[in-house]
């Protein structure tokens, strides 16, 4: 017996949330770079290491999905879930250190954030296309 297939949201259902996804995707996105640049650059206890060289190391993974989260490409959303995990480890390896606890929880929470709003972007984007080609 074949199973009736589910039926995909309306339009007007999907739109405002994924202009809402979008936003909280970019904002903890653009928020976690931020955090990043300037614990490294003005409160990391980096031992004789040159902070550059540690923010570009740090840097680098999302410097690669920039260009297609500013786009708003639903592949790219894609990827900064599986990209944002480091961030999350990083955050909750710090959050255990008292030194470093407060600027953990802040990476873990935005990584998080980043996380769920990237998801729920890149699902209703790709149910939004289909909508769109007639499905």
């Given at each position: 017996?074949?199973?009736?297939?589910?039926?995909?949201?309306?339009?007007?259902?999907?739109?405002?949330?994924?202009?809402?996804?979008?936003?909280?995707?970019?904002?903890?996105?653009?928020?976690?770079?931020?955090?990043l640049a300037v614990w490294t650059m003005a409160f990391a206890d980096?031992?004789?290491?040159?902070?550059?060289?540690?923010?570009?190391?740090?840097?680098?993974?999302?410097?690669?999905?920039?260009?297609?989260?500013?786009?708003?490409?639903?592949?790219?959303?894609?990827?900064?879930c599986f990209v944002v995990n480091l961030y999350f480890i990083q955050?909750?390896?710090?959050?255990?250190?008292?030194?470093?606890?407060?600027?953990?929880?802040?990476?873990?929470?935005?990584?998080?954030?980043?996380?769920?709003?990237?998801?729920?972007?890149?699902?209703?984007?790709?149910?939004?296309?289909?909508?769109?080609?007639?499905?």
């Amino acid at each position: 017996m074949a199973r009736k297939p589910k039926q995909l949201p309306e339009l007007t259902w999907l739109a405002p949330r994924l202009a809402v996804s979008r936003a909280v995707s970019l904002l903890s996105f653009l928020a976690l770079a931020v955090l990043l640049a300037v614990w490294t650059m003005a409160f990391a206890d980096l031992h004789g290491a040159r902070p550059w060289v540690i923010l570009a190391i740090e840097l680098v993974p999302l410097a690669l999905l920039t260009p297609g989260m500013v786009m708003g490409n639903a592949r790219v959303h894609a990827w900064a879930c599986f990209v944002v995990n480091l961030y999350f480890i990083q955050g909750v390896l710090a959050a255990i250190d008292p030194a470093r606890a407060v600027f953990g929880w802040l990476e873990a929470g935005l990584s998080l954030a980043l996380f769920c709003s990237a998801l729920l972007y890149t699902r209703w984007r790709f149910q939004y296309n289909r909508k769109l080609a007639g499905e």
